[in-house]
């Protein structure tokens, strides 16, 4: 009986299977995006409450078994999941809108695409449109205040003058400490910024740890900063044009100098050095010029920028082309550029091809800077006496009294040009092989060219065309050029195992060539009123005008294997690992080549069944992730450091070869050991996202100098020793303060503090000093080293000192030196706001420096009393004259020592980087001009400085030498039209 019933029941239960079964049927369709109506490969499509499930093919297409009253689930990283009801359909076409989630954005990391969710290291975003009208001729200075770990200081305000950017500190002594720049996949120099339109960038990826960078080898150690230039999309063909025009002005500087009156009186009261008659000083007092107004102007900034994109289902493209025009606030200094891009890639069965080719034409006009060389104009700012003038009163240049170069007449007479030609090519073929899903092989090629013609024309009634050989003017020529090709072939294949796994694996070759050339000559004696090699006088031993010769040139390869791969499992725990194995030109036989790596973590905690009760009222999103890896540094080296090295010599008019460097085949990368940990998360319903971060990077093998023998014919040699660490935190957010469609205010702010620590040097030695500076074993590098100067004596006018026992003295001993602090501020960041109503948006960014200290050489120069001859500082009125007086300035007969903390000057600021205040034209009003948009806008760069340093402009990445051109605070008034 038992039997039987058994029989009965599993008859039974099968027949109700099979009716189940049977009421199933084959679902298909196709999921598109929204973004741009294109198909979407890889969607996960899985029945609810079941384990069956499918993913999307290369062109979206799908195919599942499903019932009727069964409901399907359509998820995909970077877009929100939607649910759809079966019913009785047999097709399914879906279209998923994107998620502004902060964990499904796409990040382009350069050789990849990957989601948030799965990037286990520190990568930050900064969106082209953030910059694209911030009116700077070198877009590295745009991104100033913008990310957190990077460090961006302009240095000059001179136009096209690249930037200082330094990401999680400066992890190299003698090597190169700027990051690595990726222009869609290839390499790209970064001096040459100001040749490239910033308007063309689509987006800029910030790699800062090992999970991310490590995969660039030996090129990665100082950060990775990926470019996206802007692509085509399908669709109508739009047409949008760009203009802005405005002005620019110089900040007054804060350290006034002595007026005519002030000056005079200073004069007689120290000697009066010119020996000036009464006579002579009434007319003197006459004139009271303020040199700032004479050798400072506003400058003037266009730019003009048309594009095009569009294109169908198959082919894309983008064009464009723009005209910058920046005259710099000090005379004869500007900058102009001209640009045209193009982007087209297409698709052929199962082939991609793409093609993105720039091209720019620059010419700067520039002047010294950054020195104190009389014969910078700049320098007369601050040392030219007020009771001269520019000209004379019958419009001739006026010889100073005091020797000193007319300013003015070096800035208009003189010419620095620089013409370059920048071109990029890049071409890639993609492979996405029909007989097996997620296979694909791609080749991606790409050169970097750059050509500079150079001209330096020293008229010979100038100062420097005076001093030139043979006193009578100087003209030189230029040339280099540097190509750069960089090929990478890669297979990847990518595989949705179940609902649950997913993974990714990659292997890449890549070559990279860099070959530079120069040459150029001097030549003297100019006469007649050319400015080119028709005024140069042909030289002989007789008159002197000996011509100068130079010609230079180098190459350096490398070549590289690596693999990548990530593991996904239930869309929430994420395994990502790589490793390189690079091979350079640069090292000897024995250390060519050198293997990098990393491994990678990431969790979404927030999808954890446990967080579910606290995403709807506090954590929406929260992301846990840790990485650890190595990457290196080639950059501080020459192409030919580890050989014997010969140079051409000349003795007695005899050429010959002299050994210019000794061999080194035990030369080899500096290495950096990355760990990273962090969180993000996304609170109160998504109104704040944000970023918390950890990282401890340690150098090995730095290049540092070696000490040599005597006996070897070299002081030192450039060699693999000592060790340092950059560790530090970071923090940014966005705070969406209020979010009502009409009425939208958010907060942004980022935070990092970095600590830099030398942790080894040289053999058994724990210090060396360079000048002002100590490198020494438990301090941050670039730690200014001087005696402290503790005020003046009351009594007698001494200059005051503390010794090494903190005691007071009147005795300058460079053995009582101390480490003041390092110029390289351990806090920055930026923060801003952003404000909408309706169509009206304002946007603000603040940038912060804190904690450095620099040394001010400006100040060194105009508060020696040594220099009565040229202008002073103001607070020389103050100098001690009497017993008793209580002043800072010491008399001016005690002797005078500039290595001390008396100019040493904190080099904190907070500075308005960018406002911008703009309209978008209603639609209704739009359609009535027959366009697509408009909008109108007014911005300012620089506007104010909140900074106690006594300088033009505290944003420095070192001490202030002299010469400094000012930071440019621009205004610019703007329209975009779309067509």
Known sequence: MRKALLLIV??????LHGEVWAQQRQITGTVLSAEDNLPLPGVNVRVKGSTRGSVSNIDGEYSIQASNDETLIFSFIGFTTQEVSVGNRSTIDLTLELDSKILGEVVVTGYKTQNSREIAGSVNVVSGEQIREVPIGSFDQALQGRAPGVLIQANSGQPGAAASVTIRGKGTINGSNDPLYILDGIQITAADFATLNPNDFESFSILKDASSTSIYGSRGANGVIVITTKRGKSGKTRVNYDF?????????????????????????????????SNAELEELRQTDTNWEDVLLRTGYTQNHQISASGGNDNTTFFLSGSVFDQTGTVPNTDLKRYTARM???????????????????????????????????LNAIRWSNPYETPYQADGSYTQLVSGQP???????????LRNQIKGVAIGFVQYDAPFLEGLSFRTNWGIDYTQNETQQYLDRESYRGFIAQGRNGSLDRGFNRNFRYTGTTSISYKRQINVDNEFSVSLYNEVLDNDFRSFGFTGFGLVGPFQNEAGITPGNPLNGFIPVVRGNGGQNALVSYFADATYGYKGRYFLSGGIRRDGSSRFGADNKYATFGSLGASWIVSDEEFMQSLKGNFFNELKFKISYGTVGNQEGIGNFDSRERLTRSIFNGIGGFALSGLPNPALRWEKQRMFNTGVEFALAKGKINGIVEYYDNVTDDLFLNRQLSRTSGFVSQNTNIGSMRNRGVEVSFIGKVIDKADFKWELSANITYNQNEVLSLVGDQDEFISGDFITRIGEPINSLYLVRFDG????NGDAL???SNNETTNVYNPADRTILGTTDAPWFGGFGTMFSYKNFRFDALFSYVSGNVLYNNDRNNIENPAYLFDNLSRVMINEWRTPGQITDIPAADNPFFSGTSRFVESGDFIRLRNVNLSYTIPSATIEKLKIASLRVFVQGQNLLTFTDFR?????LSGNLIGSQYPALRTVTFGVNVGF
Do not use: C, R
Request: proline share 6%.
């Open 343 to 377: 982007n087209v890639e297409t698709k052929l069965n199962n082939f991609t091809f793409g093609m993105n080719v720039s091209g720019g034409y620059s010419k700067f006009n520039n002047t010294l800077e950054g020195d104190s060389f009389i014969g910078s104009p």
């Open 951 to 955: 300088g033009f402009d505290p944003e």
């Open 10 to 15: 599993t008859l039974f239960a099968f027949s």
């Open 792 to 795: 003046v004596d009351p009594a």
């Open 406 to 416: 007319n300013a003015l007449q070096e800035l208009l007479q003189n010419q620095t």
């Open 801 to 803: 000192y503390l010794n």
């Open 244 to 276: 802005q025009t405005g002005f620019s002005q110089a900040p007054s500087h804060p350290e006034q100098v002595m007026n005519t009156a002030e000056k005079l009186e200073y004069e007689l009261a120290n000697g009066n050095p010119y020996g000036w």
